[in-house]
């Protein structure tokens, strides 16, 4: 929804859940003449720049007159919530200049609120030209048996790695119990690709004694200039060399963070103009799991693990494939709300699981338990 449309429609919901004696109040309050019972949007030559601005101010002043007539009032829930989402939608998208207007920021919020019907929906990407609004689905599979064992849904705007954790509780319990049991315990294995091969996740990982098949991505740096793989980072000694061998110090700040600094020698290096543009020489910074990256970059370049990387990973795929079959609750979700598209999506998945298993011929057994049937 665009801006107009969201705040009309928050004004709407709140005037729908108001009693008689409260909706008169907000009526008398607001001088715009809108029609907010109406969904229609208000008639006016939308290229005319002044005409819109007009528009927007005045119906974002019509919302900041209702919430403030609201100030100090005994409301029920329902309004409650119904005034949260009208405060919400008109504080995301538009400021106030000096003469007190109200204007549309040239700016996305960073947790945007984009449909009044569905409040808990975000914009999201799959890449930088792919974007969609809505919510995110995400699985574990068991990559043998090709069975889904984990769904999460998140907002659109959730990434990947928020939710890796979630995905995998069993594995993590199971992993956990076992180190406790002796060094001999054995290890699980977890697949990803590079939207999941953040720093937290991988130092997770290792803690639990588990095998990252996550891909990391490898340092960028600007117009070809050394990447941050080019320099040689001590952790234990606390230094970080440069190609020209020359060290510097690690300044650590707070959370576990730090940075190096080259700027008293990148004057007169002559490798600086493959190095930095910067004035003040070039800057390495060391994130809080530094180690844990650095370690899964150097295993993703043995050649055995991209072989099993490539096995693998691409069964995930696949399987989701399976479950977009259907656009209808699958690419697309059918309800509103987090939890019940969640448990729509689980469903779906649970669907998936059933086809997957009379594929395979799996059949109870009397006495309790599953078998492959032979063939």
């Known amino acids: 929804m665009d801006t107009i449309t969201l705040i009309r429609s928050a004004i709407r919901g709140l005037l729908k859940v108001a009693d008689r004696p409260l909706r008169d109040l907000l009526a008398s309050v607001m001088t715009s003449g809108d029609d907010y019972m109406s969904s229609a949007k208000p008639q006016l030559d939308w290229d005319d720049q002044e005409a819109r601005t007009k528009l927007i101010d005045s119906r974002a002043k019509d919302a900041h007159a209702c919430l403030m007539a609201l100030e100090g009032q005994k409301l029920c829930e329902v309004v409650s919530e119904a005034a949260r989402l009208l405060g919400t939608v008109v504080g995301q998208d538009l400021e106030q200049d000096g003469d007190g207007v109200f204007r549309i920021v040239r700016k996305v919020a960073k947790d945007r609120v984009i449909s009044v019907v569905d409040p808990e929906a975000r914009h999201g990407h799959k890449t930088s030209s792919h974007s969609f609004d809505g919510y995110k ?63 937290q ?62 700027d008293p020698h990148c004057q007169s290096c002559s490798l600086a ?36 990387y490539r096995a693998t990973r691409p069964k995930v795929e696949r399987k989701f494939a399976h479950l ?38 799996v059949q109870s057994i009397p006495h309790g338990g599953w078998e492959v049937a032979p063939a």
């Open 137 to 199: 689905g995400h699985i574990a599979l068991d990559p043998e048996s090709e069975i889904i064992t984990k769904t999460v849904v998140t907002a659109g705007n959730a990434g990947d790695a928020s939710v890796a954790e979630e995905l995998i509780e069993d594995l993590l319990t199971s992993n956990e119990d076992q180190a406790h049991r002796g060094p001999t315990a054995q290890q699980g294995c977890v697949y990803g690709d590079g939207a999941y091969g953040t720093g």
């Open 324 to 361: 977009m079959r259907r656009k209808h609750g699958g690419r697309r979700a059918r309800m509103r709300g987090l939890l019940r598209v969640g448990n729509d999506f689980s469903l779906l998945a649970g669907a998936a699981n059933l086809a997957r298993l009379a594929k395979l011929n």
């Open 201 to 262: 996740f991988q130092a997770r990982l290792r803690t639990a004694h588990i095998d990252s098949k996550c891909k990391t991505q490898p340092p960028s740096a600007k117009q070809g200039l050394f990447t941050k793989d080019s320099f040689t980072i001590n952790l234990e000694a606390g230094t970080v060399r440069c190609p020209n061998k020359i060290e510097a110090k690690i300044h650590y700040l707070g959370g576990g963070d730090g940075v190096a600094k080259f």
């Open 273 to 308: 103009q493959r190095c930095t543009t910067s004035k003040i020489g070039r800057k390495i910074r060391i994130g809080a799991h530094e180690a844990a990256l650095t370690k899964a970059r150097t295993e993703q370049m043995d050649a055995t693990w991209k072989d099993d």
